[in-house]
């Protein structure tokens, strides 16, 4: 009987021993899935749809061939379709019915007349038809005649492939996912197996020992008729029990010893992953009973019913890190070569305007010193616009490495889908300049209105206020909107103009005067329903002769290295470009005005005719 049980136990560890490992051979379900999908014509371009990317759960993983150059990029589906607008593109999404990958093909669409960029696409034909640095990506990807990237892409995300924005684009997409491939019975099964091995082998070995106990002499038989001796006869010796097994006990350490070889021997050939065993199911963490649940207050429900969606902010922080880090690099570059074309590229207005004056002017007097230089990330501010139009704006506050320099507060500005977010105002943060509160980055903030009411003044008219203020001082009617205590950039302007007075008294009279800029208001609301707002002020100074006999200079070297000369008996006149940055209660606020940031620059001088 024992030996057939041990038979039984040999055949359960073989039958448990290979299924456990024909689950991790023949019946292994493949690692990947795959959906193909193949490109022709001479689109330029290849948009991936979200329906393509969710086709199945995890992460992807792209394979892109067909192509001498590969461009893979990813980003917000409305920037990337806005980015295409009416050029056309083939459109790769996902056939419900099949299951496999489906492409479309989209013919050009002729811009309609009128249409433009700001509202809401770039539909016209444009110059720019390689993706390669778009801002509006929130990465990219390049190579040669393949590229093979994996991602981890959510909902509401597209993809763009290109090859150099005119050749065709890449001919072979492959998109795989990682499949669940996990055996959870691989592991059980082998680690029984071994188990009922080992239990085959002990009923084996306690077979044999009862055996061999069976067919040992008999003792204590009956005694029969006594027999005559015989002569006695050397017998050969005889062998014990022991001879042969060494002792006359069953070896049981030796069979003990048996079974933790034969159970570590099975978990080495189930392995240690997880993927040999059952999983638990995931246990409740509670997090839905830890989320406090809001206390309703009167007329929340119906906020929530009339509460509309709200447009996403422009860009992310990590976007906004890297378009800023792309113009220091190539603001850096263009101060110290004088490249006005170059920093055209990056910066546009009153940012563009004075940094090219200054070139002009280190080109005649190297001496002079060149602009603050752009700082490179982290931001210690960021206020992306919400928004899903164009043109885009952002905010954003870089601190420079030496914390001597005041923080820099950067205005970008975003054109079109296909342009790059250029710099309109680099405005130096006053010292005890207090940011208000902002939104987060990932919220955003709404532009406000040039002529919005519902603020203590619409931004269209801080900066003729301002101006009015800085010349008449507390004469002016919008002194009493303005927190001019503390006003640095006020007092250096009172203070500055008392001492060409005192200078000039004699010899010329000095007319001053300040008007609106033509740089470009922006605002972008705070927290408590206020306003940030930049604006352009300029400054103009003219020193007229009294005595015909006399003459007038330029006080300091940038003025005469712009107007050519140093002494005038005509006269002098220049004009000073101030960027400045308020913020702007709301109506009904207590607060006043308060200048924020302001950077100062000329950008005219010459001699009166």
Known sequence: M???????????????????????????????????????????????????????????SFRITGSDTTFLAYGRTADVVAWVGGDAHNMVSLDDTTGELRVSQVDAVAPESGAGAAEGGETEATAVTNPTGSDLW??????????????????????????????????????????????????????????MLGLGLILYVLALLHLRRSRRPRRNLPRGPRMPRL?????????????????????????????????????????????????????????ASETPTPTPTPGSTDAAETATEVPEAVATVSQIERIVTKIAALAADADATLNSEAL????????LQ??????????????????????????????PQQSE???RVVMTVVQQEDKTIPPTTLILRQETPRSNYLVEYAISLEATAQVPPVAPATIGAPAIAPDNKLLLLPPDQVAAAYADVLLQGEASPSWALFQTEGDEFLANFVQGHAASREKLAVTATLAFGTAVGNGRTVALATNDSGAIVAVNVNESETATIVDGQATVEFDGAVSKALSGVSSSAKGIQRVLSDQLLFYVPAVGSTDKITLLGSTQALIEASELP
Do not use: H
């Open 2 to 60: 024992r030996f057939v049980l041990a038979i039984v136990a040999f055949v359960l560890a073989a039958v448990l021993i290979v299924f456990g490992i024909a689950q991790r051979t023949i019946f292994l379900e493949p690692a990947t899935t795959s959906l193909n999908a193949s490109v022709s014509g001479t689109a330029a371009y290849t948009v991936i749809d979200p329906s393509a990317l969710s086709a199945l759960p995890g992460n992807q």
């Open 138 to 195: 929130l990465e990219e990807f390049t190579g040669a005649s393949s590229l093979r990237q994996n991602l981890n892409l959510p909902a509401g995300i597209s993809v763009i492939v290109a090859s150099d924005g005119t050749a065709p684009a890449p001919s072979d997409i492959t998109l795989s996912w990682v499949a669940d491939n996990s055996t959870p019975w691989a592991g059980p099964l082998l680690v029984g197996g071994a188990v």
């Open 231 to 287: 002569p006695r006869v050397p017998l050969p010796k005889a062998l014990k029990a022991g001879d042969i097994t060494g002792s006359g006990r069953p070896n049981t350490r030796s069979m003990i010893a048996v079974i933790p070889m034969l159970l570590v021997s099975g978990l080495v050939l189930s392995g240690c992953s997880a993927e040999f065993w059952p999983q638990p199911a995931p246990a409740a963490t509670g997090e």
């Open 344 to 351: 055209a590229t990056r910066f546009t207005g009153t940012a």
């Open 354 to 383: 004075l940094r090219q004056i200054n070139y002009k002017i280190r080109a005649v007097d190297p001496a002079i010193p060149a602009p603050a230089a752009i700082a490179t990330p982290p931001l210690s501010v960021t206020l």
């Open 389 to 391: 139009s164009w043109p």
